[in-house]
């Protein structure tokens, strides 16, 4: 598995290549190869989305899998550099456990969510991964929890009260 960083076309996104694969289709003549990638995109201001493309050849794969990315690509509200409130992603046998962290922290997470923080310009957040710890899985389950994000302002909306009787 390679990950790697993909330079910035001319529309601003952020690509990274999260892994990619060789694949092998069996038929009655022998074996087919082929590659799969899976990419992440972001802007660097809370937007993210994932791709995953297949062909004969890298670079084919790679272009299908950042195509896919920028086509499905969620926008998630930030909070200077972290997010708003603890939150757990599910995928498959995969569970994220992601919570904001305080200025200068860092980003504590590693392999695939690392790369989905940098590419969305998350700077500080501490996250975990528990059960399965395929790439794929880990994107999917990282994608479903910061979904799942909500705002104070969501959060009073949803509840009927001011932002400020939510002691934020």
Known sequence: MAKQDIE????????????VNRVTKVVKGGRIMAFSA?????DGDGRIGMGKGKSKEVPVAVQKAMDQARRSMIKVALNNGTIHHEVVGKHGATKVFMQPAKEGSGVKAG???RLIFE?????????????S???????????????????????????GISVEELGV
Do not use: F
């Open 111 to 113: 392999g695939p969510m």
């Open 8 to 19: 910035e076309r001319n529309d601003g996104l952020i690509e990274k290549m999260v892994a």
């Open 133 to 159: 710890t395929n790439p794929y899985n880990i994107v999917r389950a990282t994608l479903d929890g910061l979904a799942k994000l909500y705002t104070p302002s969501e959060v009073a909306a949803k509840r």
């Open 38 to 42: 899976l990419t992440v995109v972001g």
């Open 119 to 131: 590419a969305m310009g998350i700077h500080n957040i501490s996250a975990k991964v528990h059960g």
